[in-house]
């Protein structure tokens, strides 16, 4: 038997992570909250590049639905680049980093907080440079990771977020499904993938189609094939997708379709479907019960055990099928080409 990259063997200690940082944060977060009510903040503000950017984007659909918050992303360089401050006197601002070391969230995350707002930092790396530049700080405890493409940090980082608005918003029933949450993480080690790594046999190009707290996810699948697997993945939302993109749709390009909530299974049926009507092939990621569908075949991960929770599922699902397809087209998972481990931008 193959040995396992230490892509595949980070990812897999995600579910014991996960339970370890659940309970911790429970000890943790009630004082952080009490900050938070005291602040008092209108609007949500995040920091981020590259997956940790994935999980901020994910963080404004969770805010968004449990806290009727707007959340908006900032720009780095407006405070790197162009020394810009901004209006965040009543913001609370997301700096979400694996390392915490790049100057440009660094600078970002100290211009918010000079400026009034209430920068929180989710960091992977203890005393980083991001963590000094915040005001409170939530650790996401993935421990190291070596693999150059973020996979626990990743999964850890969004059930931090998760945690935090639960715990924010009282809500017992989110907050009891992400204790349940690790047991159903250690259920995606048997996915079947065989039916994506037919769809993109001989394939260079893809679309990665999601929708609401799906697309965030949608965006980390592109980044993994790109980084990982040399296939050029376009992420669009359903909707995106028919207001133009959908125009270039062809049998030569396959799409993954992530099945979303049912809020949004209208659009991603129809998506589906404009998709096979210009011969596209495609496999449909779905935690359903459905064991087929007329649009194309079926990767069936865990159910979650609370709906909000569900892109976590399919990212933790998905991660050993990026090692598998990296290797069956030649390439190594834990060296992609060109990479390090820690981008440090300005």
């Given at each position: 038997?193959?040995?396992?990259?230490?892509?595949?063997a980070?990812?897999?200690?995600?579910?014991?992570?996960?339970?370890?940082?659940?309970?911790?944060?429970?000890?943790?977060?009630?004082?952080?909250?009490?900050?938070?009510?005291?602040?008092?903040?209108?609007?949500?503000?995040?920091?981020a590049?590259?997956?940790?950017?994935?999980?901020?984007?994910?963080?404004?659909y969770?805010?968004g639905?449990q806290?009727?918050?707007?959340?908006?992303?900032?720009?780095?360089?407006?405070?790197?680049?162009?020394g810009?401050?901004?209006?965040?006197?009543?913001?609370?601002?997301?700096?979400?980093?694996?390392?915490?070391a790049?100057?440009?969230?660094?600078a970002?995350?100290?211009?918010?907080?000079?400026?009034?707002a209430f920068?929180?930092?989710?960091?992977?790396?203890r005393?980083?440079?991001?963590?000094?530049?915040?005001?409170?700080?939530?650790?996401?405890?993935?421990?190291t990771?070596?693999?150059?493409?973020?996979?626990?940090?990743?999964?850890?980082?969004?059930?931090?977020?998760?945690?935090?608005?639960?715990?924010?918003?009282?809500?017992t029933?989110?907050?009891?499904?992400?204790?349940?949450?690790?047991v159903?993480?250690?259920?995606?080690?048997t996915?079947?993938?065989?039916?994506?790594?037919?769809?993109?046999?001989?394939?260079?190009?893809?679309?990665?189609?999601?929708?609401?707290?799906?697309?965030?996810?949608?965006?980390?699948?592109?980044?993994?094939?790109?980084?990982?697997?040399g296939?050029?993945?376009?992420?669009?939302?359903?909707?995106?997708?028919?207001?133009?993109?959908?125009?270039?749709?062809?049998?030569?390009?396959?799409?993954?379709?992530?099945?979303?909530?049912?809020?949004?299974?209208?659009?991603?049926d129809?998506?589906?479907?404009?998709?096979?009507?210009?011969?596209?092939?495609?496999?449909?990621?779905d935690?359903?019960?459905?064991?087929?569908?007329?649009?194309?075949?079926?990767v069936?991960?865990?159910?979650?055990?609370?709906?909000?929770?569900?892109?976590?599922?399919?990212?933790?699902?998905?991660?050993?099928?990026?090692?598998?397809?990296?290797?069956?087209?030649?390439?190594?998972?834990?060296?992609?080409?060109?990479?390090?481990?820690?981008?440090?931008?300005?």
């Amino acid at each position: 038997m193959k040995q396992r990259s230490v892509m595949e063997a980070e990812a897999g200690e995600a579910p014991a992570l996960a339970a370890q940082q659940f309970e911790r944060l429970e000890h943790v977060l009630p004082k952080l909250v009490a900050r938070l009510d005291s602040f008092a903040p209108a609007m949500v503000a995040t920091i981020a590049r590259g997956s940790s950017d994935h999980a901020a984007s994910f963080a404004g659909y969770l805010f968004g639905l449990q806290t009727g918050l707007v959340t908006a992303s900032i720009p780095p360089s407006l405070a790197s680049v162009y020394g810009r401050d901004l209006r965040l006197d009543k913001a609370l601002v997301l700096a979400i980093s694996q390392s915490g070391a790049s100057p440009d969230l660094c600078a970002a995350a100290k211009r918010a907080t000079t400026t009034g707002a209430f920068t929180l930092g989710l960091i992977n790396q203890r005393d980083s440079a991001l963590g000094e530049a915040v005001i409170a700080q939530i650790e996401t405890s993935a421990g190291t990771e070596s693999a150059v493409a973020a996979t626990k940090s990743f999964i850890l980082t969004l059930t931090a977020l998760v945690h935090l608005v639960a715990a924010w918003t009282r809500d017992t029933a989110l907050r009891e499904s992400l204790a349940n949450l690790p047991v159903v993480l250690e259920q995606c080690a048997t996915t079947d993938w065989s039916a994506a790594m037919r769809l993109l046999e001989g394939h260079d190009d893809v679309f990665v189609i999601g929708r609401g707290p799906d697309l965030p996810v949608a965006r980390e699948f592109a980044l993994k094939l790109k980084e990982v697997c040399g296939i050029h993945a376009e992420a669009l939302s359903a909707a995106e997708l028919l207001h133009g993109p959908i125009a270039i749709a062809s049998a030569s390009l396959p799409a993954i379709v992530l099945a979303g909530d049912e809020q949004v299974r209208p659009t991603i049926d129809a998506a589906m479907q404009r998709l096979r009507d210009a011969g596209a092939p495609l496999v449909l990621v779905d935690a359903g019960l459905r064991t087929g569908t007329p649009h194309g075949e079926i990767v069936a991960i865990p159910r979650a055990p609370h709906t909000l929770l569900q892109p976590v599922v399919a990212t933790q699902a998905a991660y050993p099928f990026f090692a598998a397809l990296a290797r069956a087209r030649g390439m190594d998972p834990d060296s992609p080409p060109h990479l390090r481990k820690i981008t440090r931008t300005v």
